[in-house]
């Protein structure tokens, strides 16, 4: 079985540029995350869809992100316009409906942004 | 705020030494408590999970930790580590369902000299 997946794995764009980042979670998992990590501090949480449809998107910084799951499978993260703090690495997660059981989650191996 | 402390930032260690990791948590209520790993170039992957019942665990790779609620701690350990063991290890809370968020620690970078 595929797992998680995040493309691209690094990307470095220039202040004030957009970058999208998308992450396929594995199939058939309703719950999808995402993460950041800047440099040398703890991951954070960004947000949470269960579906197509978000959760809590309590972690996001600010409205230059823009985060989407249509038809509930995969998700695209967008910078626009991207500045340095946004430098980190993004994960993605995604687990099963937990259905009263504990169902874990799985990670991307990240996309590394580098924002000059 | 919520918030996960681990204990040590980087943790040096000689092969077949023992391994104690240890982190706090500011929450109040159930939690669930997780060890994560990422070694060199891999993804983040799940070592083991506290959720309720017996406060000590078992988890992958001859890891094993400790939950002591009473001091809001969560303890990662191995009796005698590898070298294959040098890693980030990361100590992670989520509340309520297993679906919700999860908190992490700002991670323990341990190196193992053979």
């Known amino acids: 079985e595929a797992g998680v997946t995040q493309f691209p794995s690094h990307s470095v764009i220039e202040k004030g540029q957009t970058v999208t980042l998308r992450c396929d979670p594995i199939?058939?998992?309703?719950?999808l995350y995402w993460y950041r990590r800047v440099m040398g501090k703890e991951i954070k949480f960004l947000l949470h869809?269960?579906?197509?449809?978000?959760?809590?998107e309590s972690g996001m910084p600010n409205n230059r992100f823009l985060a989407e799951r249509t038809g509930g499978t995969y998700s695209t993260l967008k910078v626009q316009p991207a500045e340095l703090e946004d430098s980190g690495v993004y994960f993605c997660?995604?687990?099963?409906?937990?259905?009263?059981?504990?169902?874990?989650?799985?990670f991307g191996p990240g996309t590394r942004l580098t924002v000059l | 705020a919520q918030s996960v402390s681990q204990h040590n930032h980087h943790v040096i260690l000689s092969e077949a030494a023992s391994l104690e990791l240890g982190c706090n948590y500011s929450?109040?209520?159930?939690?669930?408590l997780f060890w994560y790993v990422q070694y060199p170039g891999q993804h983040l992957q799940l070592l083991l999970k506290?959720?309720?019942?017996?406060?000590l665990v078992k988890g992958i790779k001859g890891f094993e930790a400790e939950f002591i609620k009473s001091k809001f701690s969560f303890y990662l350990r191995k009796p005698s580590v590898q070298w294959s063991d040098t890693a980030e290890y990361f100590c992670?809370?989520?509340?309520?369902?297993?679906?919700?968020?999860?908190?992490f620690g700002s991670g323990t970078r341990l190196s193992i000299r053979p």
């Open positions: 199939s058939g998992h309703d719950n």
């Open positions: 869809f269960v579906k197509e449809s978000k959760q809590d």
């Open positions: 929450y109040g209520g159930t939690v669930n």
């Open positions: 997660a995604s687990s099963q409906d937990p259905g009263g059981s504990y169902n874990e989650q799985f």
């Open positions: 506290y959720f309720s019942g017996d406060p």
């Open positions: 992670a809370v989520n509340r309520g369902s297993s679906a919700s968020k999860i908190i």
